[in-house]
Antibody, heavy 121, light 108 residues
């Protein structure tokens, strides 16, 4: 079945970087993009960006665009999200999700279980 | 950026009630509107895409309507497993997307 398996929880100090992985299985990785969404404790969902599964092109939310990099490794069907210069505001659960398109309508149909990133001194 | 505003932020309802959640876009997004359900400790799950298309496997008590700037998610008869938080999300400005702030559906 189609699934996305994310890397484990991380604890980082302010100013550090974190890299979260998202390994896809059950489908052809290069046919779909991967979006990254985060959720701070007790807060709503925040879309962070998107990376193409085929050619690695990206688009980032303005809020994080100066600090984030989203990449893929097609040989292992894995997407990565790296966030730099972490602050306590980056403490959140980070989700990857498959971006599917049907008749020009995009949505996220399969989600990883999430990776908890805690930023604390 | 396109802003999405949901109302209400929370509501209390009983099993069997008809529940309606509204989402408004800051500009026209045609029918590029999706609805997700999230339960505590779980990842979101898509319910409706393209404003009114039911995702495979989702119960038919869920329905979506609207186009342009105003959209609605309706649960025709609320079930115990439907108590959750619901989010709308626009995909008009692909690949830059935004979510509404969420609507928490609680037990009355």
């Amino acid at each position: 079945q189609v699934q996305l398996v994310q890397s484990g929880a991380e604890v980082k100090k302010p100013g550090a970087s974190v890299k979260v992985s998202c390994k896809a299985s059950g489908y052809t990785f290069t046919k779909y993009g991967i979006s990254w969404v985060r959720q701070a404790p007790g807060q709503g969902l925040e879309w962070m960006g998107w990376v193409s599964g085929s050619h690695g092109s990206t688009n980032y939310a303005q809020k994080v665009q100066d600090r984030v990099s989203m990449t893929t490794d097609t040989s292992t069907s894995t997407a990565y999200m790296e966030l730099r210069s972490l602050t306590s505001d980056d403490t959140a659960v980070y989700y990857c999700a498959r971006a599917v398109v049907i008749m020009s309508y995009y949505y996220m149909d399969v989600w990883g279980k999430g990776t908890t990133v805690t930023v604390s001194s | 950026d396109i802003q999405m505003t949901q109302s209400p932020s929370s509501l209390s309802a009983s099993v069997g009630d008809r529940v309606t959640i509204t989402c408004r876009a800051s500009q026209s997004i045609s029918s590029h509107l999706n609805w997700y359900q999230q339960k505590p400790g779980e990842a979101p799950k898509v319910l409706i895409y393209a404003a009114s298309s039911l995702q495979s496997g989702v119960p038919s008590r869920f329905s979506g309507s609207g186009s342009g700037t105003d959209f609605t998610l309706t649960i025709s008869s609320l079930q115990p497993e439907d108590f959750a938080t619901y989010y709308c999300q626009q995909s008009y400005s692909t690949p830059t997307w935004t979510f509404g702030q969420g609507t928490k559906v609680e037990i009355k």
